[in-house]
């Protein structure tokens, strides 16, 4: 790195009282009084993480009000051998407890801290041999404390989950997922160490699975956005996730066995993990554990082959209601056929109509041509489906919901055609929409009215 670019390091560090520090570290450098510089790169390392300690501290972090409480108490008291004792420490305490630093970067910094005795305190050198660092040495620390500490924010611990926990429960979070994840990783993950990220994307698994802490409950998919901000952007600290998740679902808690399913649903990943005992106890919860209705995010586990069969067969065995229930959570594909049926079998206009809402509408998002199809298909095969006055204006909402994915023109046209020509201008928003992405009208058949 050359001179220019320890220049322009000041602009990162965070605090004007650091960057006086530093550059004093940068002048000795300059002057050739590479010993000076190391000492100083050192000084200004200790005094930046005291200084985000107090920072932790006045913002209720107890670890770091307790590290800061002994350090002024040693100052109060002139005990020198207690400050050598925390200056000793420092570094061990800001990686293992404040997660300020990752393990490599905890050893770059020892050894500025091994370098900066041998600089300070001759008597260490061996032989009486003066330590003489090299120009390549010392500009190596300098940057090292630029990067690891003096540029980073002092958002770490308790209060960077305190801070999330607010933001997961505020009307603000994005809904887009691609959104939720930019917003996690530019706010929460680009300021994390290894260490608290292991930790933070533990604790929301935690939230998934054990329903901890519960006020997360009902912000299901935002922690779910959250974990893949941490799968897609940091995949070191995902695979040690991953790890810790798995031992989560293999104690295997008879009470929390929906929620592992849930969770292996969202993160197929993990089944491989998943240990023999496990997994068998979580096929039978999938096949007959009555809990399961209870929590119908479990049902995703379809799209999963260990429990396919099982939840195939549990959802079609459900209530209308309980369906209902369970397609406003997991709209899986593998239930259309079921959920179509229910739709195709409705025994009257108001029944039709509901089924409409219950069994169609939650697939919208998903839908294709093919299932487009189906729906007019399974309209105009039942007179309690395309003669019910509220079936019109919801098969209208859907295909503007869809545009510009359409119906089939084959199966416009049947449908079309199935029809009298008084029942045709009740869909007359339908077919105007159709025409408006191509469709054209078939030739009539003589009316039969």
């Given at each position: 790195?050359?001179?220019?670019?320890?220049?322009?390091?000041?602009?990162?560090?965070?605090?004007?009282?650091?960057?006086?520090?530093?550059?004093?570290?940068?002048?000795?450098?300059?002057?050739?009084?590479?010993?000076?510089?190391?000492?100083?790169?050192?000084?200004?390392?200790?005094f930046?993480?005291?200084?985000?300690?107090r920072?932790?501290?006045?913002?209720?972090?107890?670890?770091?009000?307790?590290?800061?409480?002994?350090?002024?108490?040693?100052?109060?008291?002139?005990?020198?051998?207690?400050?050598?004792?925390?200056?000793?420490?420092?570094?061990?305490?800001?990686?293992?407890?404040?997660?300020?630093?990752?393990?490599?970067?905890?050893?770059?910094?020892?050894?500025?801290?091994?370098?900066?005795?041998l600089?300070?305190?001759?008597?260490?050198?061996?032989?009486?041999?003066?330590?003489?660092?090299t120009d390549?040495?010392?500009?190596?620390?300098?940057?090292?404390?630029?990067?690891?500490?003096?540029?980073?924010?002092p958002?770490?611990?308790?209060?960077?989950?305190?801070?999330?926990?607010?933001?997961?429960?505020?009307?603000?979070?994005?809904?887009?997922?691609?959104?939720?994840?930019?917003?996690?990783?530019?706010?929460?993950?680009?300021?994390?160490?290894?260490?608290?990220?292991?930790?933070?994307g533990?604790?929301?698994?935690?939230?998934?699975?054990?329903?901890?802490?519960?006020?997360?409950?009902?912000?299901?998919?935002?922690?779910?956005?959250?974990?893949?901000?941490?799968?897609?952007?940091?995949?070191?600290?995902?695979?040690?996730?991953?790890t810790?998740?798995a031992?989560?679902?293999?104690?295997?808690?008879?009470?929390?066995?929906?929620?592992?399913?849930?969770?292996?649903?969202?993160?197929?990943?993990?089944?491989?993990?998943?240990?023999?005992?496990?997994?068998?106890?979580?096929?039978?919860?999938?096949?007959?554990?009555?809990?399961?209705?209870?929590?119908?995010?479990?049902?995703?586990?379809?799209?999963l082959?260990p429990?396919?069969?099982?939840?195939?067969?549990?959802?079609?065995?459900?209530?209308?209601?309980?369906?209902?229930?369970?397609?406003?959570?997991?709209?899986?594909?593998?239930?259309?056929?079921?959920?179509?049926?229910?739709?195709?079998?409705?025994?009257?206009?108001?029944?039709a109509?509901?089924?409409?809402?219950?069994?169609?509408?939650?697939?919208?998002?998903?839908?294709?041509?093919?299932?487009?199809d189906?729906?007019?298909?399974?309209?105009?095969?039942?007179?309690?489906?395309?003669?019910?006055?509220?079936?019109?204006?919801?098969?209208?909402?859907?295909?503007?919901?869809?545009?510009?994915?359409?119906?089939?023109?084959?199966?416009?046209?049947?449908?079309?055609?199935?029809?009298?020509?008084?029942?045709?201008?009740?869909?007359?928003?339908?077919?105007?929409?159709?025409?408006?992405?191509?469709?054209?009208?078939?030739?009539?058949?003589?009316?039969?009215?």
């Open positions: 790195m050359a001179l220019k670019d320890l220049d322009a390091e000041i602009v990162r560090i965070r605090d004007h009282r650091s960057r006086t520090y530093y550059t004093e570290a940068l002048r000795a450098y300059r002057s050739g009084a590479y010993r000076a510089a190391i000492s100083s790169a050192w000084v200004a390392l200790v930046d993480i005291l200084l985000k300690y920072e932790l501290s006045a913002a209720g972090d107890a670890e770091a009000t307790t590290f800061i409480g002994g350090w002024d108490k040693a100052i109060a008291a002139n005990d020198v051998a207690k400050l050598l004792e925390h200056e000793r420490s420092l570094l061990e305490h800001a990686k293992t407890k404040m997660g300020l630093m990752n393990l490599q970067e905890h050893r770059l910094l020892q050894r500025l801290y091994e370098d900066r005795h600089c300070a305190h001759p008597a260490f050198a061996v032989e009486d041999k003066l330590f003489e660092p390549e040495l010392v500009r190596t620390h300098i940057v090292s404390i630029v990067d690891i500490v003096l540029s980073q924010r958002v770490q611990g308790r209060k960077i989950f305190e801070a999330f926990s607010t933001d997961v429960q505020s009307p603000g979070f994005p809904s887009d997922e691609g959104k939720a994840i930019q917003f996690v990783e530019d706010k929460y993950l680009s300021g994390m160490r290894s260490e608290v990220l292991k930790n933070f533990i604790i929301l698994a935690k939230s998934l699975i054990k329903n901890v802490p519960a006020e997360w409950d009902n912000h299901r998919i935002r922690i779910v956005d959250a974990l893949n901000a941490l799968r897609l952007r940091r995949s070191e600290s995902w695979q040690e996730i991953l810790a998740v031992k989560l679902i293999n104690d295997d808690d008879p009470e929390l066995r929906p929620r592992a399913l849930a969770m292996l649903a969202d993160f197929p990943e993990l089944l491989p993990r998943v240990e023999e005992a496990p997994l068998a106890a979580l096929q039978e919860v999938a096949s007959s554990d009555a809990q399961l209705v209870d929590y119908p995010e479990a049902f995703a586990a379809v799209e082959e429990f396919k069969e099982a939840l195939l067969t549990r959802f079609a065995d459900l209530s209308r209601t309980e369906a209902a229930e369970v397609l406003n959570v997991v709209a899986a594909k593998m239930f259309w056929p079921n959920a179509l049926e229910r739709f195709g079998n409705s025994g009257s206009y108001r029944n109509e509901a089924n409409f809402d219950r069994f169609i509408r939650p697939f919208t998002e998903g839908m294709t041509e093919e299932m487009l189906q729906v007019l298909e399974a309209t105009r095969e039942n007179g309690q489906i395309w003669d019910a006055g509220g079936v019109p204006d919801r098969l209208f909402e859907l295909l503007k919901a869809k545009q510009p994915i359409c119906p089939s023109a084959g199966s416009v046209d049947e449908f079309f055609l199935s029809l009298s020509s008084r029942l045709r201008t009740r869909f007359d928003d339908v077919w105007e929409h159709l025409r408006s992405l191509g469709w054209e009208e078939p030739e009539q058949l003589p009316d039969e009215d």
